[in-house]
């Protein structure tokens, strides 16, 4: 499975982006998608992610702010960002729970794509 992220930039505080990621490639079903970030100097944390079916998920500090969407026909999960801070800067990464064809799930990654928010 490949993930390609699109999306990011820089904006002021306040402002908006949209991240968009399409996987791809041979894979039986794709479970969920989402979406981490990680500032440097800091671990790697989930933003918001979603299960096949399923409800979104969010990160307390986004809660609001952001929100997560997938469409299941086209393998592809997008995070609309509003109200941005400082502090969502980061590189922030696609991910995706797939399974191959005999059934086993593997964890999968974008390339990161960096969100700099300026004050």
């Known amino acids: 499975v490949q993930l390609q992220a699109s999306g990011g930039g820089l904006v002021q505080a306040g402002g908006s982006l949209r991240l968009s990621c399409a996987a791809s490639?041979?894979?039986?079903?794709?479970?969920?998608m989402g979406w981490y970030r990680q500032a440097p100097g800091k671990q790697r944390e989930l933003v918001a992610a979603?299960?096949?079916?399923?409800?979104?998920n969010y990160a307390d500090s986004v809660k609001g702010r952001f929100t997560i969407s997938r469409d299941n026909l086209k393998n592809t999960v997008s995070l609309q960002m509003n109200s941005l801070k400082p502090e969502d800067m980061a590189v922030y990464y696609c991910?995706?729970?797939?399974?191959?064809?005999?059934?086993?799930?593997?964890?999968?990654w974008g390339q990161g794509t960096q969100v700099t928010v300026s004050s």
């Open positions: 490639g041979s894979f039986f079903g794709i479970h969920n």
């Open positions: 991910h995706a729970v797939a399974s191959t064809y005999d059934h086993i799930s593997y964890d999968y």
């Open positions: 979603i299960i096949s079916g399923g409800l979104p």
